[in-house]
């Protein structure tokens, strides 16, 4: 690790975690820009010239141009202090996909608080800057992305906000150390195998086995009132008849997602292709259950199993 990384890693670990900051001149900080530094070489030589050929004028020049940077660095500071930062608690994502972080800007002031950005401190993320005014005495929602590579649950990564205006000449920033914390579940499979064939149901009686297709062999034609997933609209492309699955044939089978019938000997693609059949098995509406790391979840559907399923699959 190089010696700046390991400065900024000293000083962002003694940073506190909170969701809420409001900036105060604790946690702002204030350096010159390279335009500044310029404008001071500028400054310097207007001064110089100016003494050596006693020009009124120059001086004027000189002194207006230096009490505007001194103003402006004034108002710069003002821009960010005083301003209250609170996270809104991030939804899971899958992993290798963009986790959006939504962050309210709060400004109680009454002015409006111009040219603030908002970006995660990471280097690999330092060019996705978010830009914003603020209202006066009200608030503004910004969104930042960081994209986590690896499933389980992450730390959100520190954040940076900073300000330039009015003039660029002076650069105003703070960094910041969420304390909340990011669902990250296994990245599917691209292309994963048809579901697993569906167990019989304990005390069960003996019926047609399902299909590698993860549908049901049974098939019935359709009749009015039956909701449109149980339509079979494979059979329907290939026949032009409506035919629905044979629901009390369904009923006898239990569809299980078990890690042991995922094939592959690699942990994080056997989850991957675990989180696949759950988003497939979801959008089918069949009832389905997981077994995962000795893990076991009884069968079910909806938004709610679904999101229980890919949570066992992050955790595990």
């Not at 963009?98 to 908002?118: D, F, K, Q, W, Y």
């Not at 690896?150 to 330039?164: F, I, N, S, Y």
């Not at 039956?226 to 035919?243: F, H, I």
């Amino acid at each position: 690790m190089r010696v700046r990384e390991r400065i900024q890693h000293w000083w962002e670990s003694r940073l506190p975690h909170t969701d809420t900051l409001t900036l105060t001149q604790r946690n702002v900080y204030i350096l010159p820009t390279r335009p500044g530094f310029m404008l001071a070489i500028t400054l310097l030589v207007l001064l110089v010239g100016s003494i050596n050929y006693q020009l009124n004028l120059g001086y004027l020049l000189t002194f207006l141009l230096a009490g505007s940077a001194a103003v402006g660095m004034h108002v710069c500071h003002a821009t960010l202090r005083g301003l209250t930062l609170n996270l809104m608690a991030p939804a899971p994502q899958f992993a290798g996909a963009s986790t959006a972080l939504s962050v309210v800007l709060s400004n109680s002031r009454r002015s409006v608080r111009h040219g603030i950005g908002l970006a995660v401190l990471d280097v690999r993320h330092r060019d996705r800057w978010t830009w914003t005014d603020v209202p006066a005495q009200g608030s503004c929602t910004v969104q930042v992305a960081f994209r986590p590579e690896r499933r389980g649950l992450h730390r959100v990564p520190p954040l940076t906000a900073e300000t330039r205006f009015p003039l660029g000449t002076f650069r105003v920033w703070t960094v910041w150390r969420p304390a909340a914390q990011v669902l990250v579940y296994p990245k599917p499979e691209v292309h994963p195998p048809p579901l697993p064939p569906g167990e019989p149901r304990a005390g069960g009686l003996a019926v047609s086995k399902v299909q590698t297709t993860g549908e049901f062999e049974g098939v019935r034609a359709y009749r009015r009132g039956d909701p449109m997933k149980m339509v079979v609209w494979k059979k329907v492309a290939k026949s032009n008849e409506l035919v629905s699955r044979d629901t009390l044939q369904a009923q006898r089978h239990e569809l299980w997602l078990d890690e042991a019938l995922a094939g592959v000997a690699e942990r994080e693609a056997r989850l991957s292709r675990l989180a696949a059949w759950v988003l497939q098995a979801d959008k089918l509406g069949q009832n389905y259950g997981l077994r995962v790391a000795g893990q076991q979840i009884p069968p079910g559907t909806g938004e709610a199993h679904k999101r229980r399923c890919l949570e066992a699959l992050a955790l595990c």
